[in-house]
C-alpha cells in the first residue's frame, strides 16, 4: 500500500504575510503621497500670496501700522517696546487698526484679546476699544479744511483718502496755482478706503489738511474764482511753476508785455527882460 506524503511549500506559508507588509507599504507610501501634496499646496498658496502682496505694495501707496514683535495674551499692557511698525498696502490696510500716529493714545491700555505676533494691533482688540476722533488725527498745528467738489475736481470719484493733490484757480481768463502737495483726509465721510481699494462712487466734498495760511487762501480763492484739484504722485516733491496761464497763451498767441511809458513833464520857458 502506498502512502501519500504531502508536501508543503514554504512560499506557501509566507504568502500572507508578505500581503501585510506590501500593504503597509503601500499605505506608507499613500500616507507620503498626502503629506507632499499637502505641503506642496500650502507651498503654492504662500507663493501666490506673496506675488500678490508683492504686486500690490509696487502699485498701491503703503500706510503704516502697529504690529505686536511678540504674542501678546488678553490682560497685557501695550508698551512700545512690544510693538513694531509696518508697511503694508493701503487696500489690506484694517480701517481700526492703529498707526504710529495714534499709538499715544494705545499706549498703556490693556488687551482685551490676545494677539498674534505681525497681527495689526487693532482698536477692538484695546480695554478702551476707541479709535481717536477724526480731529485727533491731524498733526499739531494744522487744520482740515473742507472744500466743495464736481465731478471733474474730484477727478471722476477716483480721488481716494491718503492721495495727495495740487490747487489751481482760475480767475479773469487766466489760471493760476495756489497750494501744492495738499494731503487728502477725506473724500465724503470716508477717511479710508475700503477693503477692496476701490472708489464707492460720487461724493460733493474733499478734506484736506492745511495751515491756518493756507486755510485763509483756499477760501478767499474759492470766493473769488473756481478752484480745480489735480492729483499728484506721493513720491512727487518738484514744485511747479507759480506763473498764471492765460486765455493767449492756450490760443498760441504772443503774450502781451505791457511797457510803461514815462509820462513827459511839462516844459516851463523862462523869458528875461529884454535888451
Known amino acids: 500500500m502506498n502512502e501519500t506524503i504531502d508536501i508543503i511549500e514554504p512560499e506557501a506559508e509566507s504568502r500572507p504575510g508578505r500581503r501585510s507588509a506590501r500593504h503597509f507599504i503601500l499605505l506608507g507610501m499613500a500616507l507620503?503621497?498626502?503629506?507632499?501634496?499637502?505641503?506642496?499646496?500650502?507651498?503654492?498658496?504662500?507663493?501666490?500670496?506673496?506675488?500678490?502682496?508683492?504686486q500690490a505694495e509696487k502699485t498701491e501707496p503703503m500706510v503704516q501700522?502697529?504690529?505686536?514683535?511678540?504674542?501678546?495674551?488678553?490682560?497685557?499692557?501695550?508698551?512700545?517696546?512690544?510693538?513694531?511698525?509696518?508697511?503694508?498696502?493701503?487696500?489690506?490696510?484694517?480701517?481700526?487698526?492703529?498707526?504710529p500716529r495714534d499709538f499715544d493714545?494705545?499706549?498703556?491700555?490693556?488687551?482685551?484679546?490676545?494677539?498674534?505676533?505681525?497681527?495689526?494691533?487693532l482698536w477692538a482688540h484695546l480695554e478702551g476699544?476707541?479709535?481717536?476722533?477724526?480731529?485727533?488725527?491731524?498733526?499739531?498745528?494744522?487744520?482740515?479744511?473742507?472744500?466743495?467738489?464736481?465731478?471733474?475736481?474730484?477727478?471722476?470719484?477716483?480721488?481716494?483718502?491718503?492721495d495727495n493733490i495740487d490747487l489751481f484757480m482760475t480767475y479773469q481768463k487766466q489760471v493760476m496755482p495756489i497750494?501744492?502737495?495738499?494731503?487728502?483726509?477725506?473724500?465724503?465721510?470716508?477717511?479710508?478706503?475700503?477693503?477692496?481699494?476701490?472708489?464707492?462712487?460720487?461724493?460733493q466734498t474733499i478734506t484736506v489738511e492745511?495751515?491756518?495760511?493756507?486755510?485763509?487762501?483756499?477760501?478767499?480763492?474759492?470766493?473769488?474764482?473756481?478752484?480745480?484739484?489735480?492729483?499728484?504722485?506721493?513720491q512727487d516733491q518738484d514744485p511747479i511753476s507759480k506763473r498764471p496761464y492765460t486765455v493767449r497763451e492756450l490760443l498760441n498767441r504772443p503774450r502781451v508785455v505791457r511797457r510803461q511809458v514815462k509820462k513827459r513833464g511839462i516844459e516851463y520857458i523862462i523869458g528875461g527882460a529884454g535888451a
Not at 83 to 98: C, E, G, Q, W, Y
Not at 132 to 137: A, D, E, I, L, R
Not at 222 to 233: M, W
Request: charged share 25%; proline share 5%; net charge positive.
Open 32 to 54: 507620503l503621497l498626502g503629506a507632499g501634496g499637502v505641503f506642496l499646496a500650502q507651498k503654492f498658496i504662500d507663493a501666490k500670496i506673496d506675488y500678490y502682496r508683492r
Open 65 to 99: 501700522v502697529v504690529v505686536p514683535a511678540r504674542d501678546m495674551v488678553r490682560g497685557e499692557v501695550v508698551t512700545l517696546k512690544d510693538m513694531l511698525k509696518r508697511d503694508v498696502p493701503t487696500s489690506f490696510a484694517h480701517i481700526n487698526a492703529v498707526t
Open 105 to 121: 493714545r494705545a499706549a498703556g491700555q490693556r488687551l482685551s484679546f490676545d494677539i498674534a505676533r505681525g497681527k495689526p494691533l
Open 129 to 162: 476699544g476707541r479709535a481717536p476722533t477724526f480731529s485727533g488725527k491731524l498733526e499739531e498745528g494744522k487744520r482740515a479744511l473742507t472744500v466743495p467738489v464736481d465731478e471733474i475736481n474730484s477727478i471722476s470719484g477716483f480721488l481716494q483718502p491718503t
Open 179 to 203: 497750494v501744492q502737495n495738499l494731503h487728502v483726509l477725506a473724500t465724503g465721510s470716508r477717511t479710508m478706503r475700503d477693503k477692496s481699494g476701490q472708489a464707492t462712487g460720487v461724493y
Open 210 to 234: 492745511v495751515t491756518p495760511e493756507i486755510a485763509k487762501k483756499i477760501t478767499l480763492a474759492r470766493s473769488v474764482g473756481k478752484i480745480t484739484a489735480t492729483l499728484r504722485n506721493p
